[in-house]
């Protein structure tokens, strides 16, 4: 059995983000090279990804922060301008 590891999964997800914001579609990529991961690990992956997220904008001492789907909205407007 495949051990599979969510900390890498995170960062691909963190890392995909940063350039093009499609998070599933990054942990699509990465299940396809990793091994699909099970309903409890990919919880575990998106509750790491949203506290690295949260832990990044405190230290960039962000005030008002964007939401999930404010982000996500932002990004989609950006790809079709």
Do not use: P, Y
Not at 47 to 54: A, D, I, M, Y
């Amino acid at each position: 059995m495949q051990t599979i590891n969510t900390s890498e999964a995170i960062q691909t997800i963190i890392q995909t983000r940063d350039f093009c914001g499609d998070e599933l579609e990054a942990l699509r990529d990465w299940e396809a090279e990793n091994g699909t991961l099970s309903e409890h690990q990919r919880a575990q992956v998106w509750q790491g990804v949203k506290e690295e997220w949260k832990l990044s904008q405190l230290k960039a001492k962000v005030k008002h922060a964007l939401t999930d789907a404010e982000r996500l909205k932002a990004f989609r407007d950006i790809e079709n301008a």
